[in-house]
């Protein structure tokens, strides 16, 4: 039988964190697109529920730039849909499948897996985003303006970062929670859909809750979207695009910090109460 | 020069705190206790009991994943609740069944994903997963989508993420778990190959195979209950059985045969009695080899047909017996909730 060399070369400090984040990324980078099923379930399923409000505000002849605003708003949920499903549970599913005691005892940080995670999920939601909004387009005729490309892609990423971390940090409470999760996850998403103004501009609610619901930060980054790509965007902004952007900037802040904090909680706490497996000797 | 064992514990102890069938309450559940082992470099040292004896548990607290409740434990000299992460860099496992890996994934990349948590850079891991598929003949499905996989193919490519990081310090739980025999064979013999490349490498293995164990294995323990009831190689420990014979004896009934009826036979040490298929086996332990005849009178007078009879070496299964009083089967049996 051949023999096998010792490794040569063993990465540490930054350089394995990187590693890391490549190397958990690529399940979601490559492996989910391997699934052709998502361009029914991503794609199109998610543009007739859009069509639904698309020919609502058709029938009530509300302002044409509206009917951006909800194929915006679609393409954006999707992205809320992989931060629920994709990244709030998945540390449970890492656990139930017995990924995650593996990935606990690899040198890479935890961390490093939880940011693969996300760069993953962001990159695979971003494509079936895109296409998601070539379609609904093209297919309600939806016209965009818009003020600022540079400005545009610093709130998509400030939005993204923050929704993420958001993400990461949920994942450690929801793998606390283990089955509970699931109705909490199943109680976030509608309400969400509804205070994060998906549909419609947020401005309609009065300021306080409109506040409220800008602690996800979905609902201030697609805001500013709106404002940056439709000529009454400005019109109908709940605040300053600067504003947000700073605001979400924060958010991205505390919640990677706060994600850093749980999962270190989260992992003390497993390994000292056995809740990482089973108790099976 | 003073050698760093491999692995050490001292007064190693688990509890763990389940909840009761009454609510609110809780019971603690003795999960090990007071384990002292010493594994040096180039030893492959095998953990033998039944399930629920502890094995797992041990394994988890060398890993990182569980902290102990009493006592400590070390791997290459680190103390394992006390810095993980460095015991981290030297060790790897694998636990037979397990579905670890992504099955959009193919067999390849799911080796390269594990080998980039390790640091190890591209270039290098995908030479060592090509030589690993040679060497666990998987090359021809080194493109096939994990979940594609039978079972057992998906345990060899376990075994080859274990491998491919190439530890100081290598966790296998059961790991020819769901294997046929020829694969198990092949892992088997990979396992003793890997060890024998390089002294400094070092194996923990858990498994329910005694064969396995006796087979592999430098030095075992055996362990029930958490605790460790013997620990040494396996012919030291099967040296201690040499004084007494034992016979192998198949009888053509199904029907239970009381064992307490040959207590009277004077030099008889323990008979243990198994219904396989249609008929019963039956070991019996003795004192004096002549004493079978006494044994055979007996089963003559409970009117028992002996099929065959066959006296036998001692195997580790019989250290377990001498040690436990049960085999590993009747503990499993006896501790089931059916039972």
């Known amino acids: 039988m051949p023999t096998l060399p010792p490794v040569k070369t063993r990465h540490t400090g930054w350089m394995l964190f990187w590693m890391t984040v490549w190397g958990r990324s690529y399940p979601r980078v490559v492996g989910m697109q391997r699934e052709r099923s998502w361009l029914f379930f991503d794609i199109f399923l998610p543009l007739m529920g859009v069509s639904a409000y698309v020919f609502v505000y058709r029938a009530i002849h509300a302002p044409e730039d509206y009917i951006g605003f909800v194929i915006v708003g679609g393409v954006m949920i999707a992205y809320w849909m992989n931060v629920l499903w994709g990244m709030s549970s998945q540390l449970y599913w890492e656990k139930e499948t017995g990924n995650l005691a593996l990935y606990i005892i690899a040198p890479g940080p935890l961390m490093a897996c939880l940011l693969g995670m996300a760069v993953g999920g962001l990159f695979a939601t971003t494509l079936r985003a895109l296409v998601g909004l070539v379609i609904g387009s093209l297919l309600f005729n939806v016209n965009y303006t818009v003020v600022s490309f540079p400005f545009l892609f610093l709130v998509f990423l400030a939005a993204m970062i923050a929704l993420y971390g958001l993400g990461m940090a949920t994942s450690s409470i929801f793998l606390l929670l283990s089955r509970e999760a699931w109705h909490i996850a199943n109680l976030a998403q509608e309400p969400i859909y509804l205070v994060s103004g998906f549909y419609f501009p947020i401005k309609s609610f009065p300021f306080w809750v409109a506040a409220a619901g800008s602690l996800i930060p979905l609902t201030l980054g697609l805001d500013a979207i709106r404002q940056l790509v439709f000529a009454s965007g400005p019109s109908l902004g709940f605040i300053s695009v600067p504003l947000e952007l700073g605001i979400l900037v924060v958010l991205a802040l505390v919640f990677l910090f706060v994600s850093y904090l749980l999962l270190n909680y989260m992992e003390r706490l497993a390994v000292r109460e056995g809740k990482l497996t089973d108790i099976r000797s | ?339």
């Open chain 2, 1 to 339: 020069m003073v050698e760093i064992p491999s692995i050490e514990t001292s007064g190693l102890g688990r509890i763990y705190k389940v909840r009761a069938a009454q609510k609110g309450e809780q019971k603690q559940l003795v999960a090990l206790q007071d384990i002292n082992l010493k594994v040096s470099p180039g030893e492959l040292f095998g953990l033998l009991g039944p399930n629920g004896a502890g094995k797992t548990t041990l394994i988890k607290i060398l890993t990182t994943l569980l902290s102990p409740t009493s006592g400590w434990a070390r791997v290459s000299g680190i103390d394992v609740s006390k810095n993980p992460e460095a015991v981290r860099q030297r060790i790897n496992m694998v636990s037979g069944g397990e579905s670890s890996g992504y099955g959009l994934l193919t067999l390849r990349e799911n080796l390269w994903m594990f080998a980039q948590f390790y640091g190890i850079p591209s270039g290098e891991a995908n030479q060592r997963i090509k030589a690993l598929l040679d060497i666990m003949g998987l090359s021809d499905r080194a493109n096939t989508r994990s979940a594609q996989l039978s079972t057992g193919l998906r345990q060899k490519m376990n075994i080859i993420r274990g491998f491919l990081t190439d530890p100081e310090v290598l966790f296998l739980d059961e790991p020819t778990l769901g294997l046929d025999v020829g694969a198990a064979r092949d892992v088997r013999s990979f396992v003793r190959d890997w060890m024998n490349d390089d002294p400094r490498r070092t194996i923990l293995l858990t498994t329910h195979y005694l064969v396995e164990a006796e087979e592999l294995c430098d030095r075992v323990a055996i362990i029930n209950k958490g605790r460790v009831l013997a620990c040494d190689s396996p012919a030291a420990l099967k040296q201690n059985l040499q004084k007494e014979s034992i016979f192998e004896i198949h009888l053509d009934t199904t029907q239970p045969l009381d064992a307490h009826a040959f207590d009277a036979i004077d030099c008889l040490n323990s008979v243990h009695l198994q219904p396989v298929d249609n008929h019963t086996v039956m070991e019996v332990y003795l004192e004096e080899e002549a004493a079978v005849a006494q044994v055979i009178g007996r089963l003559t007078e409970k009117s028992a047909r002996i099929l065959s009879l066959q006296k036998r070496e001692p195997s580790l299964e019989d250290v377990f017996v001498k040690l436990v009083g049960a085999s590993i089967e009747e503990v499993e049996n006896a501790d089931s909730p059916a039972s």
